[in-house]
């Protein structure tokens, strides 16, 4: 009967790295469920920190970015002997639990993640972060849009104005209205991201009789990136 296991013997690429991507299965319907807040609801951008910080403890990725419900994380050690689909289903099915562990509260239907596995080169590690970087502020754009003409149009009259606007006309159309997004918060912008830093230790050896310092490593929550850069990689990767 192993044989009819068609797919468990693909896998990674030795020696390569890879971004896992998880995106939040139907989360336009679960943020209705949960009344979140919008545009922004912080204590879910909260708990997706908290997942992220999950995630970086138990699979050790040198990197990881979140914003609205999609997660990147980016592995050079990679899990499971490089088989893609343990890779995929344990993952996605950690990412699920902990979103549940850390959200609480009552769910109308469990909350479930998708993944899948792009193989990258060093070369373009910044390219892939830069693309969802971006992402990230069009959907800031987008969340801001649609949240602004609800105020002022029913849902459907709201859908339709924004339709085929592009993403400059949005940001015009709220100027004009008032809400400048330069001046909301980092994380709404350009996500989240976790990585390692390093910190000071100075502890006491008794037997030199003389303060010592090490350095410990700690995953670090940043909510203040900036636009992803050669120099931000090059200092935490």
């Not at 149009?153 to 709201?158: M, Q, T």
Request: net charge positive; glycine share 4%; aromatic share 14%.
């Amino acid at each position: 009967m192993k044989d009819y296991e068609v797919y468990s013997s693909l896998k990674v690429p030795k020696n390569s790295k890879i971004i896992v991507r998880l995106d939040g299965r139907s989360f336009h319907k679960l943020a209705d469920d949960l009344n979140l807040v919008k545009p922004y609801d912080e204590n879910f951008y909260k708990v997706m920190a908290d997942v992220c910080k999950d995630l970086f403890k138990e699979f050790s990725p040198s990197f990881v970015y979140t914003f609205s419900d999609e997660i990147s994380l980016l592995l050079d050690k990679i899990p499971f002997d490089g088989r893609i689909e343990k890779i995929n289903s344990v993952i996605a099915s950690f990412t699920a639990s902990s979103f549940v562990m850390h959200y609480g509260g009552d769910f109308k239907k469990p909350p479930a993640f998708d993944s899948r596995i792009i193989p990258i080169a060093d070369g373009d590690v910044l390219k892939y972060f830069k693309w969802r970087q971006d992402e990230s502020w069009k959907n800031c754009i987008a969340s801001h849009g649609i949240y602004f003409l609800k105020s002022k149009y029913s849902n459907n009259e709201a859908n339709d104005k924004i339709n085929g606007l592009k993403s400059s006309d949005i940001h015009e159309l709220l100027y004009q209205n008032g809400i400048n997004l330069n001046d909301v918060e980092t994380y709404k912008k350009r996500g989240i991201a976790v990585y390692r830093k390093s910190k000071k230790i100075i502890g006491f050896n008794k037997k030199e009789n003389k303060e010592q310092i090490s350095y410990r490593t700690y995953a670090y929550v940043d909510w203040d990136v900036p636009k992803f850069n050669e120099e931000f990689f090059e200092n935490i990767i």
